[in-house]
């Protein structure tokens, strides 16, 4: 079988090179103009080396490629490195060892699909049909998996840090040995099937979430209700938790214009350094004993979008 290195390089030259072009140049069409049968791409690999390793022929491994709207099922991009595929019926591709930092997968049809050992940090999944897939030792840190149904899949010694499974499906998933520390389960579908044993589930979130105002914009899940077993890691730690409200915080005021912004963007950051050195239970009172009372009133306002930002 071909190497990683073999199955990227083949695209850099010829005939690689131009087919490569050609399928861009099909699959990123305006909508009104695409309307072609995704068959079409397989004859276009006519003479790729490699190409025969993949049983069907459908063989982009290594490729850099992208699509919107197309029916790629069965397609191997083991190795790819990966653009969009929003609204692509993706059932039963294998995405090995396939890299795509941020990339849109959502409204997809993944069911079926391998991602094994793939890398896919702050990928958006939302809405994504990815019942029964293989995510065993994928890096999915800070993915968006929101009100996806991924029902049956297996996620066993994945890292899941920051991911987002609000009103996800999770219900016969293999969470085995899995990190999942600071992961959003809020709303999510959870059972006596969704496997939490020997999973690190620190930090995460579970609970009502509330407003300013008393409405709940998110609720809680019971996660009693999962399997676990004494090598689960189940546990707070409020250090962790005021750091990434902390950070949180910093963002959402990094993109206001108000001066009363700029003000506490940096008694944030001063109260970041102070954090790093020795930890403070009451570092939100400490922020606002240095603000002016307009200041607090827009402060309390970042906070709560920071906390909604984590949720």
């Not at 690689?16 to 305006?30: K, T």
């Not at 010694?157 to 899995?178: E, M, P, T, W």
Request: proline share 2%; glycine share 6%.
């Amino acid at each position: 079988m071909a190497s990683k290195t073999e199955l990227r390089s083949r695209w850099n030259y010829e005939p690689g090179s131009s087919i490569i072009r050609q399928m861009w140049s099909l699959c990123h069409r305006p909508p009104v103009e695409h309307g072609f049968d995704s068959s079409v791409l397989i004859g276009l690999l006519d003479g790729l080396p490699f190409r025969n390793e993949v049983e069907n022929g459908r063989d982009l491994r290594g490729a850099k490629f992208g699509a919107n709207d197309l029916d790629l099922q069965e397609w191997d991009f083991s190795y790819a490195q990966l653009g969009d595929f929003f609204r692509c019926n993706l059932t039963r591709a294998c995405f090995y060892a396939a890299e795509g930092r941020s990339i849109n997968l959502a409204s997809s049809i993944l069911d079926e699909a391998s991602f094994q050992n793939s890398k896919l940090r702050s990928c958006y999944l939302a809405n994504a049909k990815a019942r029964k897939c293989q995510f065993d030792r994928a890096m999915l840190r800070g993915a968006n998996f929101e009100y996806a149904n991924v029902s049956g899949s297996c996620f066993r010694h994945s890292s899941c840090v920051g991911v987002k499974f609000l009103g996800a499906d999770l219900r016969g998933c293999d969470f085995q040995n899995a990190v999942l520390d600071r992961v959003v389960f809020q709303e999510a579908k959870i059972d006596k099937t969704t496997d939490f044993r020997g999973a690190s589930l620190t930090n995460v979130y579970y609970e009502d979430v509330y407003n300013r105002e008393g409405g709940c914009i998110a609720r809680g899940v019971d996660l009693r209700a999962a399997i676990f077993d004494d090598k689960t890691v189940f546990k707070s730690d409020p250090r962790i938790i005021g750091i990434e409200i902390l950070e949180s915080a910093l963002k959402v005021a990094e993109a206001m214009s108000a001066d009363a912004a700029k003000r506490i963007l940096a008694v944030l950051k001063e109260q970041k350094k102070k954090m790093a050195v020795a930890y403070s239970e009451n570092w939100g009172s400490e922020i606002l004993e240095k603000l002016d009372e307009q200041e607090r009133v827009l402060f309390n306002r970042i906070i709560e979008e920071a906390y909604r930002n984590l949720s």
